[in-house]
């Protein structure tokens, strides 16, 4: 039901955009979380968005960097992220729950099959 995308193989300094795309969901209707998991490390929680209003929150480390925003006409959030860095190395996961907008994954119900993403030259 939740279908994250738009990873790939990016320099340091370049951008991607990351969508997440819902089929049986309203977004509008949900919190959403994205998060990534770096090699070795456990998932954290990069950024996310309130349900009904633009209040957005972020990591430290992406702070400036990375934006999340929704275009409900097209039922999807997008992860904007600029001057990538070789730290930014992850699989990219977005989520979706209705209760809380929180950086606590196991309050997340649906769950994207995860998009990666490589920063390297």
């Known amino acids: 039901q939740l279908q994250a995308c738009g990873g790939g193989l990016v320099q340091p300094g370049g951008s991607l955009r990351l969508s997440c795309v819902a089929s049986g969901l309203s977004l509008d209707e949900y919190h959403i979380g994205w998060f990534r998991q770096r090699p070795g490390k456990e998932r954290e929680s990069v950024s996310s968005i309130r349900q009904n209003d633009p209040t957005t929150y972020y990591i430290g480390s992406v702070k400036g960097r990375f934006t999340i925003s929704r275009d409900n006409a097209k039922n999807t959030v997008y992860l904007q992220m600029i001057s990538l860095k070789p730290e930014d190395t992850a699989l990219y996961y977005c989520?979706?729950?209705?209760?809380?907008?929180?950086?606590?994954?196991?309050?997340?119900?649906?769950w994207g099959q995860g998009t990666l993403v490589t920063v390297s030259s």
């Open positions: 989520a979706a729950n209705q209760r809380h907008c929180t950086a606590f994954d196991d309050e997340y119900d649906y």
